[in-house]
């Protein structure tokens, strides 16, 4: 724990966790503040110190909403995510919704592929099957992932 009268030294200890967290992956603005404030709860006695130090980082190109948001739009298609669920997480790391938003309007076409790609990945195919419960559980798994409704019935082939 840092002493609350030395700003000058918290800053420095504000600037070198960021540095940390930065080398291992990208992190929004907003997670990053808030990993900062949780690391150094004596931080908020000092309004505005870790807003600075995000700052800072920004201003070193150390910290970038944009490179964060197409990293992790990039790696959540990877995995079989939704626009929704990616939106979703998104949001709790970053306050841009510019950003987020240009980054996640790749049209519907390009979320339907994802989705079929990952129903045929999970089920050997993209059929739409023939029981109504077997075609509601699939339903339920690509809803699951974040695709919206529209997008999971254009899924079936």
């Given amino acids: 724990m840092i002493e609350q009268d030395d700003p000058q030294r918290l800053f420095k200890a504000l600037v070198n966790r ?3 967290l930065l080398a291992m992956r990208e992190h929004g603005a907003k997670e990053l503040k808030r990993k900062l404030e949780q690391k150094f709860p004596e931080a908020l006695t000092q309004p505005g110190l870790v807003e600075k130090a995000v700052e800072f980082c920004q201003q070193q190109n150390w910290q970038s909403d944009a490179r964060f948001i197409e990293s992790y739009v990039r790696q959540a298609i990877e995995k079989g995510q939704g626009g929704l669920k990616i939106r979703q997480a998104l949001m709790q790391a970053s306050d841009d919704t510019v950003l987020i938003a240009e980054a996640l309007g790749l049209g519907d076409d390009v979320w339907v592929e994802v989705a079929r790609a990952l129903l045929d990945k999970k089920y050997g195919e993209t059929t739409k099957p023939a029981e ?11 809803q699951s992932r974040g695709f919206s409704a529209s997008q999971c019935y254009k899924a079936f082939c």
Avoid: V
């Fill in 18 to 20: 960021a540095q940390y």
């Fill in 132 to 142: 109504p419960k077997e075609r509601a559980r699939r339903l339920r798994f690509l």
